[in-house]
């Protein structure tokens, strides 16, 4: 038998790429940041970077997150837990042309956490944003320079894992802080949906679904108006009934 000869084999590199997506001035938003390297130069990307050579998807995915935003991700189990960011795999991409270094595998991760702050830049980015999703999507559907490499799929791909999810699971909550109450979390699904809901209808069906969620024992006026209730995200991880999309 032959010895194994690595230079016999084409380059061949795994990265990550991150979705995060959080609700800003009742939009849903996705982080961006501006390459400042070859290739797509300029162009805005989903953060990430790649898979370096000991550690494994999730420490990387975890590392990149906590590079790009100094956020920490918690248990994926417990949705909404702590101060950390709710992160999950997404799925993964590997069209032979996607990178033009070489031939480039991306497992992507999905990433939701509660209003965040303007984003830092770091490693080859030069500036970050937060953008409303519906604006970064429209822009690829309208032939402009949209996103570099096939992020805006991806992007796509993160949102509606999002919408769905929401559906039949507690991953709203992740939106939310700690403490929260009826009508901010009516407003993640609005933002993340894009529809408006009826606010009775809605008190009635997160406070009788089992589990979703459980009293904070206070209230607060931070919406105005009168004083609301606060919840906390209960010990629920599938919605049953399921909170299911209006047609739209």
């Not at 494994?56 to 935003?69: F, H, M, P, Q, V």
């Not at 999950?88 to 992507?108: F, H, I, N």
């Not at 009508?183 to 997160?206: I, Q, S, T």
Request: net charge negative.
């Amino acid at each position: 038998m032959s010895p194994y000869d690595p230079s016999a084999f084409p380059p061949f590199a795994v990265t990550v790429d991150l979705v995060v997506l959080t609700v800003r001035r009742h939009a849903l938003c996705a982080l961006v940041v501006r390459r400042g390297e070859q290739p797509f130069q300029g162009r805005w990307a989903l953060p990430g970077g790649f898979v370096r050579g000991d550690e494994d998807l999730a420490g990387a995915a975890a590392r990149e997150l906590s590079e790009e935003t100094g956020l920490c991700a918690h248990d994926p189990v417990v949705p909404g837990a702590g101060n950390g960011a709710h992160l999950e795999q997404l799925a993964t991409y590997g069209d032979p042309k996607r990178d033009p270094r070489m031939r480039v595998v991306s497992v992507a991760h999905l990433v939701l956490a509660p209003d965040l702050p303007a984003p830092r830049a770091g490693g080859d980015a030069n500036s970050a944003r937060w953008a409303p999703v519906d604006e970064l999507l429209a822009s690829e559907e309208e032939g402009s320079a949209g996103l570099a490499f096939d992020h805006a799929r991806i992007l796509a791909d993160g949102v509606e894992r999002a919408r769905s999810k929401i559906e039949y699971s507690s991953l709203a909550t992740a939106f939310c802080p700690p403490e929260f109450t009826v009508g901010e979390l009516r407003r993640v699904y609005e933002a993340v949906w894009g529809v408006a809901l009826d606010p009775r209808n809605f008190h009635r069906k997160v406070t009788g679904t089992p589990g979703f969620l459980v009293p904070a024992g206070g209230t607060t006026t931070r919406q105005g108006g009168r004083p609301a209730q606060l919840f906390r995200a209960g010990g629920a991880t599938l919605l049953n009934p399921p909170m299911l999309r209006p047609e739209v």
